[in-house]
């Protein structure tokens, strides 16, 4: 299949894509348009070569999930051979994948030289990027936050949280700050669903799309700062695994000679918290208080603190000796939260040959692990992570699997009865999966 795209509607601040498609990739689409909105920056002189970079950065992920071909009036030609070895490198993460069948035309290559005069910081308030931000300071980075990527375009009041923290942020240190508004034409769900089993049960955004996809939406606003980018990667260098927010991925991703470069990429998360750790007491006495966000639920809350990555984040901070309290995480008694944990923890485990065997997908493992060795013996709160095994395990097609595609395949507004029958069925097989006969599992959600 081909997908045809172009920007038809462009203004100061925003550009529309219509995307021109048939065929079983409509499927995995919301839609045939998408928009970009960046605030405070001037896009209306930025080259169509360059306007066109973030949109084929969203899509060319799709192109090689699906095997095929897109097709555009103009692009960048350092951003165009970057696509080719990045086409390469993911062949290899998923060779289950048709990602050798995807193609990219475009009929004029236009070469862009810009020199850069700095950088900016891909930030998002969680971990990574916050300390990827501490660890710059003295070098006066630029931040620029994206909604549309983990915060959904409809969950204003989450999002509005987001840019005054930013804000203040911003101002008490003396820095520039840039947003970015996406729509996001692709249907994640329905990719997940289907190609899960082919990425070693990784999720598609962030096995395929995330790190070539949330880069070159920065493309505008990076050629018109004349500016890097620093991105702070989901696992460190030496950690080879098929995933595609890392530095194999980012560092080879090259706009009009303008660079893309992962920062901190030798750190493990567990580092990282150890960063904010070090800068916090310092922060604190120039009147800035920092706040964490790493949760991607939905809700009225900064972070919900009882889903799986609100867990292990709480965890590291009381582990480098931070109160996840005064951090944005509101758990209240800590005594009673890791009381809860551990019950969940342990009665969602394999009991084998004496230990309990945790298994999980390989990215939470490493992370639950590098907590594990942290942890001390003589700690009341978290010394269980001692006595557990976190394994990845294999990820294997599930009844729950074959449900929800049977339920995405169902036309909306038709056999509503066969809808609402299959909804049931997930709901039910949801709740037992959840259920481990432990009062923590009204409260944890992993």
């Known amino acids: 299949m081909v997908l045809k795209i172009k920007s038809y509607r462009r203004s100061r601040h925003i550009v529309?894509?219509?995307?021109?498609?048939?065929?079983?990739?409509?499927?995995?689409?919301?839609?045939?348009?998408?928009f970009l909105t960046y605030a405070s920056v001037e896009i209306s002189e930025v080259p169509d070569s360059i306007v066109n970079v973030p949109i084929i950065g969203v899509l060319y992920p799709l192109a090689m999930t699906l095997g095929d071909e897109i097709v555009v009036d103009e692009l960048d030609l350092d951003f165009y051979l970057s696509l080719v070895k990045l086409k390469k490198i993911i062949s290899i993460f998923y060779p289950h994948l048709p990602v050798l069948k995807s193609n990219l035309t475009a009929s004029n290559i236009v070469k862009n030289n810009v020199k850069p005069n700095g950088f900016c910081i891909l930030f998002s308030g969680g971990v990574d990027s916050t300390a990827l931000l501490l660890n710059s300071l003295d070098r006066r980075p630029c931040l620029v936050t994206i909604w549309g990527a983990d915060i959904p375009l409809h969950d204003i009041y989450r999002w509005r949280k987001l840019t005054d923290y930013i804000i203040n942020l911003s101002k008490k240190l003396e820095l520039d700050y840039y947003f970015i508004a996406f729509y996001n034409p692709i249907d994640v769900t329905r990719l997940d669903a289907f190609f899960r089993h082919k990425m070693y049960g990784n999720d598609w955004w962030g096995g395929v799309a995330a790190g070539i996809a949330t880069p070159s939406l920065t493309a505008p606003i990076l050629f018109t700062l004349r500016?890097?980018?620093?991105?702070?990667?989901?696992?460190?260098?030496?950690?080879?695994?098929?995933?595609?927010?890392?530095?194999?991925?980012?560092?080879?991703?090259?706009?009009?000679?303008?660079?893309?470069?992962?920062?901190?990429?030798?750190?493990?998360?567990?580092?990282k918290v150890r960063v904010i750790a070090e800068k916090e007491k310092e922060l604190k006495i120039r009147g800035v208080d920092l706040m964490i966000r790493s949760c991607f639920k939905e809700g009225t809350l900064w972070n919900c603190g009882y889903c799986e990555k609100c867990a292990r984040t709480i965890t590291g901070l009381y582990l480098c000796n931070l109160d996840p309290n005064a951090l944005g995480f509101q758990v209240g008694d800590l005594s009673k939260y890791f009381r809860l944990l551990k019950l969940h923890i342990l009665t969602r485990s394999k009991k084998l040959e004496g230990k309990h065997v945790y298994t999980t997908s390989f990215i939470r493992a490493h992370y639950w692990n590098e907590l594990k060795h942290l942890s001390k013996r003589d700690d009341p709160l978290v010394n269980f992570l001692q006595y557990v095994d976190f394994e990845a395990s294999e990820y294997r097609i599930t009844y729950l699997d074959i449900l929800k595609r049977l339920l995405i395949l169902t036309p909306k507004g038709y056999h509503d009865s066969i809808t609402r029958a299959i909804a049931r069925i997930i709901r039910l097989i949801s709740i037992q999966h959840s259920r481990a006969g432990s009062q923590s599992n009204y409260y944890f959600r992993f």
């Open 227 to 271: 500016k890097d980018l620093r991105m702070s990667p989901d696992l460190p260098k030496h950690l080879l695994y098929p995933w595609s927010d890392t530095s194999l991925i980012v560092d080879n991703i090259r706009v009009a000679g303008l660079s893309v470069v992962s920062g901190d990429e030798n750190l493990s998360r567990i580092d």
């Open 16 to 34: 529309e894509f219509s995307i021109d498609t048939e065929g079983k990739t409509r499927f995995f689409l919301h839609g045939r348009k998408a």
